[in-house]
């Protein structure tokens, strides 16, 4: 059923101008969206056990991590929104079986990606000793913190071109590749991490011991494990998406490169609400770090944790949204937008579907999800709390998240940043620092909660409202 040959079938009726069933239009959903799913849930177990491995050190080196997150976040937002500049208007050459210029796409974001991501490269390298001191972070973590964040700066270029081949490969519809590849990325992170975090030991294992090697960088080794992972992924996952892609690899493009001032216009008029939406959203999870910070390193620790136990809840909404950007991205290059909005309204119920049960799930499942990852029992009472919190907010953060994604493939980015923007910053953040005074990290996750059902409840509107699909 979930094979690669129907998927490819049922793109081509998209393409083609052949109608499809009901039946048809969920089963192309699901086709693309369960690698996605899995991906991301396999990138969040392993990011769990990333953590767990941080947390065993105690509560400074996870909270040294957690300070700095958020910035890093803020860089990744930063690369994901100048690579979908050019990702959508591929998905909608494609859409338009106009291959030729879809490469053409391809190499003007291959060329432009990277002079970007050496400019961030430099700026995240310059403010990378004074960012933990401008965070708040006390003096038992800055220093980790500064390295932390000094590693990850000259890995940048790295994870910029893995966001930019992995974006092709989906809007192309090929999901499976980069799923697999996310989840050897996780795979190889953990390994890497296994070997640098701690030191040279023996472990008892089925009534043997066993040597095993380690570097015992701690925080440090962290860093340079997801750095080296990162490097070996992003050179596979090139090679797939600009050579092996019969749709999209540039090699079969046989003139010179001239740079078309089109091309440029449409991806910064797609990337630039992202972008700017990225730095003032990171803004606000920086913002939220530092009423988090006063709490105490068990908060930041507490915080840092409950929120990656908690993207295993809505990672589901992101897979069927990756989903829902390639199939809207090529129906609007095919001119159907009937089956455009179809599309989108079955994405956006079936995520909404998914994230509820995950959150019923959550809720039952948050100690033990937080007992995975760290021994300290005060962390994990306050992470338990702030997930149960949470979990009530799951369904309307599904609509928001498989909404934006809908706008995204149109091209219609504009207004769905000024959503997220205004019900970030004028609802949760105000709301946060109202609460966490009195309530401490417990109201800070239900300012959150509050804030994601707004959002969702704006974002519905506009999905029915419809005027997303005027570029049709």
Known sequence: MFTSAKSDYLLSKIRDGISMTGGEKLNLIWLLSIPSILAQMTNVVMFLIDQAMVGSLGAEAP?????????????????????????????????????????????????????????????????????????????????DAGTYFMIFAFSIPLMQMNNL??????????????????????????????LFIFPSRHITLLGTEWYIP??????????????????IVMLIQCWFAFYHSEVLGVI?????????????????????????????????????????APLGNFAIAAHTFAITAESLCYMPGYGIGEAATTLVGQ???????????????????????????MGIIMYIAAPNLMAVMTPVEAIRSLGTDCLRIEAFAEPMFAASIVAYQVFVGAGDTLKPAVINLFSMWAIRLTLAALLATTYGLQGVWFAMAVELTVRGILFLIRLYRGRWLKII
Not at 215 to 225: F, I, Q, Y
Not at 263 to 282: D, E, F, G, H, T
Not at 333 to 354: E, H, K, P, Q
């Open 252 to 292: 079969r493009l046989k003139t010179k490169m001239v740079f078309q001032a089109s091309y440029i216009r449409n991806a910064m008029k797609i990337s630039i609400p992202i972008a700017c939406q990225s730095v003032l959203m990171s803004g606000a999870q920086i913002v939220s770090t530092m009423i988090v």
């Open 331 to 357: 129906s609007v290059g095919a001119v159907r937008r009937d089956l455009c909005r179809s599309f989108a309204n079955m994405a956006v119920i079936t995520g909404m579907i998914v994230m509820t049960l």
């Open 214 to 231: 380690g570097l015992g960088l701690g925080v440090t080794g962290a860093a340079l494990g997801t750095t080296l992972a990162f490097a």
């Open 63 to 143: 909270a040294s991590i957690g300070l700095v997150e958020s910035t890093i976040w803020l860089f990744g937002g930063l690369s994901s929104a100048f690579s979908l500049g050019f990702s959508v208007q591929a998905s909608h050459f494609i859409g338009a079986n106009d291959f030729v210029k879809a490469r053409q796409v391809v190499r003007h974001g291959i060329v432009c990606c990277l002079a970007f991501s050496l400019t961030m490269m430099t700026v995240a390298a310059l403010i990378s000793r004074s960012l933990p001191v401008w965070l708040g972070g006390g003096d038992d973590i800055i220093d």
């Open 165 to 194: 081949s992995a974006a092709m490969l989906k809007c192309e519809g090929k999901m499976r590749i980069s799923s697999a590849l996310s989840v050897s990325l996780c795979a190889l992170d953990m390994l890497f991490n296994f």
